[in-house]
């Protein structure tokens, strides 16, 4: 919100400057006319410091509008990037491991995104890595550590990687 006191002082001053000026035309005595000088710029040095109150505090607000214009515009850009997707299952019904794919159609080619970070909204691809013993697939999140694995096998005792956090089964 502009401080309204900042504009408020500063138009004092300048009035205050005003008066003191037209009280200096009138001064013959060059010591009174010193005093009202000293006067006269203490009061515009009091106008300026007040317009440029204002003036930071008119910098921060367009500030603050082109940060709240950019989330406005990031939301937008997701809300049209989550209609490319549908939530599906990966296997197995009884299995319930689940996975966003894009919907036919779209320009991209097929490929399923990380359920974790849609919900952070993000996009991040899932690769697709067969892990050993057993040959099972699993696809692997690289943003969030996720393994989701498609098929009932697993060996939770195998990891391929130390950068493996977060299992989602």
């Given amino acids: 919100m502009v401080d309204i006191s900042a504009i408020g002082a500063?138009?004092?001053?300048?009035?205050?400057?005003?008066?003191?000026g037209e009280a200096m035309i009138g001064l013959r005595d060059e010591a009174a006319?010193?005093?009202?000088?000293?006067?006269?710029?203490?009061?515009?040095?009091?106008?300026n410091n007040g317009v440029f109150a204002a003036q930071d505090e008119r910098s921060a607000l367009i500030e603050r509008i082109r940060q709240?214009?950019?989330?406005?515009?990031?939301f937008t850009a997701w809300e049209a990037e989550k209609e490319k997707y549908e939530l599906q299952n990966l296997g197995d019904p009884?299995?319930?491991?689940?996975?966003?794919?894009?919907?036919?159609?779209?320009?991209?080619?097929?490929?399923w995104i990380c359920?974790?970070?849609y919900e952070r909204r993000q996009k991040s691809i899932l690769q697709r890595e067969t892990r050993?013993?057993?040959?099972?697939?699993v696809y692997v999140c690289h943003a969030c550590g996720a393994d989701l694995y498609q098929g009932l096998?697993?060996?939770p005792k195998h990891q391929s990687s130390p950068r493996l956090a977060k299992r989602a089964y």
């Fill in 10 to 20: 500063a138009l004092s001053a300048l009035r205050a400057a005003k008066d003191i």
């Fill in 115 to 117: 359920p974790t970070c």
């Fill in 132 to 137: 050993m013993p057993g040959m099972v697939p």
């Fill in 33 to 47: 006319f010193r005093e009202k000088l000293i006067e006269f710029q203490s009061k515009l040095i009091d106008a």
């Fill in 153 to 155: 096998y697993r060996d």
């Fill in 68 to 74: 709240l214009e950019q989330q406005v515009s990031d």
């Fill in 94 to 111: 009884n299995y319930g491991v689940f996975a966003y794919v894009s919907k036919p159609g779209i320009a991209e080619p097929a490929h």
